[in-house]
Structure formats: C-alpha cells, structure tokens
C-alpha cells in the first residue's frame, strides 16, 4: 500500500508561481514513477508530468512544457511540482499518482495510487 498527500495548492494571480509537494508513505517509494495529473471542471483528468524512480527521467504534457518542472527526494519520499508562470487554464484538482510496477511510465492507467488531490486556482 501508497498513501499519497498532496499540499501546496491555493490560490494565485496569472504569472505567478506556485509549488505543488506530495508525500508518500508506504511501499518503497524509490521504486515507483511518480506523476502528475489535474482534473478541471466539466474535463476529463490528464496527465501532467511524469518522472522516474531515480529521477533521471521526466516527460511533460505539452501544456505544460516550459513551465512547469517535476523533481522528487527519494531521502524524503516526495515529489514535487513547480509551477511557474501560471495560467487561468492551469486551474484544477492537481492529483500526485504512483506506479508501483514500473520505474518510469507517463500512461494513466499505469498509476494504481493517487492521493486525494490539491486544488489551484489563477485568477486572471
């Protein structure tokens, strides 16, 4: 078992800068891929941002590309996501997800643990 907390999310002017964290407890948490995913409403969830177990790894939704960076500490057991020059179409629940078969992975159906989500909004 994973269990995910996401934090971070609030509220924030377009251009701005928020830093998503999600900290994991449970299975080793070295081992998974981690990711990203945000659910607007009225959307369908997506993908965000993926990165490896060790972190040598990342890939990006084009949306997002330029602006945001996923990191993690696997001393910490956390992830993370910097969101920077925010945009009033970034606002969502922002999900951290875990894989815990596969050491890198950016398919959603591929994530089997995900935390309770954080939101963000920009206001514009």
């Known amino acids: 078992q994973v269990q995910l907390v996401e934090s971070g999310g609030g509220l924030v002017q377009a251009g701005g800068s928020l830093r998503l964290s999600c900290a994991a407890s449970?299975?080793?948490?070295?081992?998974?891929?981690m990711g990203w995913f945000r659910q607007a409403p009225g959307k369908e969830r997506e993908f965000v941002a993926a990165?490896?177990?060790?972190?040598?790894?990342?890939n990006y939704a084009d949306s997002v590309k330029g602006r945001f960076t996923i990191s993690r500490d696997n001393a910490k057991n956390t992830v993370y996501l910097q969101m920077n020059s925010l945009k009033p179409e970034d606002t969502a629940v922002y999900y951290c997800a875990a894989a815990s078969a596969y050491l890198y992975t950016t398919k959603g159906t591929s994530f089997d643990y995900w935390g309770q989500g954080t939101q963000v909004t920009v206001s514009s």
């Open positions: 990165i490896s177990s060790s972190g040598g790894s990342r």
């Open positions: 449970g299975r080793a948490f070295s081992r998974n891929a």
